[in-house]
C-alpha cells in the first residue's frame, strides 16, 4: 500500500486526517460521576469505540489507532485488569465479525506475550481473518509503550545487522522495525478525559501530529465529538518545520 511516512512529505488537510490515534482517557470518571462502578465506564467504553469505528470508516479516515491498555496499566486493581482483559476477548469475538463484514482491517500492537494464550490466539485469528481488508485499518495498541516500541525496533534493526555501522543510523533504518510500520504517521492525536499527556503512546511517530485534547469523558466521545476534532485539525497548519512562506510556494521550500 502506498502512503507518506516520512515527515519530509506534507500532507493535505483539506479533507479528514488520514490517520487518526486516540488516548480514550475517562472510562472509570465517567462511571464514577454517575455512582457507577469503574468498569461499566469501561463497557461504556467500548460502545465509544464501536461509534468512532463507524464515523471514522464514514468519514474516509484510513488508519485509526486506540491506545486501549498501556504498559502501565498492569497496575490497577486486579479485578480491573481482570474485566478489562474479558472485554477485550469479547470485543476480538464479536466485533471483528462485524469489522470484517465491513471491511476494516485490524491490527494490534504492543508486547502481546504479556496477554494469555487464549487472548494471543483472538489476536493472531482477527488479524489473520481481517488481513485482505482494503478499508479503514485499526489498529488497538495493547500493553503498548512508545519506549518499548522504540526499543524492540532497535533490537530487531540489530538482530538483523548486528554489524551495522552507527554512522549509517537513520530514520529510514530503524523507522521499518517500528511497530506500526505498516501506517503513516497520525495526522491527528486526539486525547479524552482532560488530562494534556501523550504517556507513552506513539512517542516517535506523534513528532509532527497536531494534537487535540478534549475534557469530554471516552464513553461520551461520539461522532459530534470527532467533527469537532477534525474541524480543529483542519483549522492547523502543518508546517514540519517549513514557515508558512514555503508551502505557499513549495518549490521554494527546504525540508528542515
Ligand atoms: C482509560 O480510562 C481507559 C482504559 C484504560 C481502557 C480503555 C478500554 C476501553 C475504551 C474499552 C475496551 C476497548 C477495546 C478496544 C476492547 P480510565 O479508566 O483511565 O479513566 P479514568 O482516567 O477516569 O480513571
Given at each position: 500500500m502506498q502512503h507518506i511516512s516520512s515527515t519530509l512529505d506534507v500532507p493535505d488537510t483539506s479533507y479528514v486526517p488520514r490517520h487518526v490515534a486516540i488516548?480514550?482517557?475517562?472510562?472509570?470518571?465517567?462511571?464514577?460521576?454517575?455512582?457507577?462502578?469503574?468498569?461499566a465506564?469501561?463497557?461504556?467504553?467500548?460502545?465509544?469505540?464501536?461509534?468512532?469505528?463507524?464515523?471514522?470508516a464514514a468519514r474516509g479516515v484510513q488508519f485509526l489507532t486506540l491506545f486501549a491498555f498501556s504498559s502501565e496499566n498492569w497496575r490497577r486493581p486486579a479485578d480491573e485488569v481482570s474485566f478489562l482483559m474479558r472485554l477485550f476477548m469479547m470485543a476480538l469475538r464479536r466485533e471483528v465479525v462485524k469489522m470484517h463484514a465491513n471491511n476494516i482491517r485490524l491490527r494490534v500492537v504492543g508486547d502481546l506475550a504479556r496477554f494469555s494464550p487464549r487472548i494471543q490466539q483472538l489476536i493472531r485469528d482477527a488479524e489473520a481473518r481481517t488481513a485482505g481488508n482494503t478499508g479503514l485499518t485499526v489498529t488497538i495498541a495493547a500493553n503498548y509503550g512508545g519506549r518499548w516500541d522504540l526499543l524492540q525496533a532497535m533490537r530487531k534493526m540489530l538482530a538483523r545487522s548486528p554489524m551495522l555501522d552507527p554512522a549509517s543510523i537513520d530514520e529510514s533504518v530503524l523507522a521499518p522495525h517500528l511497530a506500526m510500520a505498516y501506517a503513516p504517521e497520525p495526522d491527528l492525536f486526539i486525547r479524552t478525559g482532560g488530562e494534556q499527556r501523550i504517556s507513552n503512546f506513539l512517542l516517535w511517530q506523534l513528532a509532527y501530529s497536531e494534537l487535540y485534547f478534549t475534557d469530554v469523558f471516552w464513553p461520551d466521545f461520539d461522532a459530534a465529538e470527532l467533527d469537532k476534532a477534525f474541524a480543529s485539525y483542519r483549522q492547523r497548519e502543518r508546517r514540519f518545520g517549513r514557515t508558512s512562506a514555503q508551502l505557499v510556494a513549495p518549490g521554494l521550500s527546504g525540508t528542515a
Open positions: 488516548i480514550m482517557d475517562g472510562n472509570g470518571r465517567w462511571a464514577t460521576q454517575r455512582h457507577l462502578p469503574r468498569v465506564g469501561h463497557t461504556r467504553g467500548l460502545d465509544a469505540v464501536r461509534a468512532v469505528v463507524e464515523a471514522s
